[in-house]
């Protein structure tokens, strides 16, 4: 499975930005799709999961902020995150649980960057 973020950028303090993940390849038994963050410098922390029947779950610290979904005909993941804030910042990397082979697949990350 090849994973594809996009949708990254420098944004303004209580902006909105929506990024994408797209899978391609053996998408058979793709499962949870998730969100990690990185800061630099700093360890990739989970901060949304989102499973195939489209149950979700959210780090404490973009509950009511951040939204993941997904659209299983596109093996499509998503993260729309509103009002954001400069700790935001980081590289997004999507992920995905396959149920087939029991493994993690990654994306290359999109960049994040949160002006105050």
């Known amino acids: 499975v090849q994973l594809v973020e996009s949708g990254g950028g420098l944004v303004p303090a209580g902006g909105s930005l929506r990024l994408s993940c797209v899978a391609s390849g053996n998408t058979v038994g793709m499962g949870t799709m998730e969100w990690f963050r990185q800061a630099r410098g700093q360890d990739q922390d989970l901060i949304a999961t989102?499973?195939?029947?489209?149950?979700?779950n959210y780090a404490d610290s973009v509950k009511g902020r951040f939204t993941i979904s997904r659209d299983n005909a596109k093996n499509t993941a998503f993260l729309q995150m509103n009002s954001l804030k400069p700790e935001d910042t980081g590289v997004y990397y999507c992920?995905?649980?396959?149920?087939?082979?029991?493994?993690?697949?990654w994306g290359r990350g999109t960049q994040v960057t949160v002006s105050s």
């Open positions: 992920a995905v649980d396959s149920d087939r082979d029991r493994r993690r697949y």
């Open positions: 989102v499973s195939e029947a489209g149950r979700t």
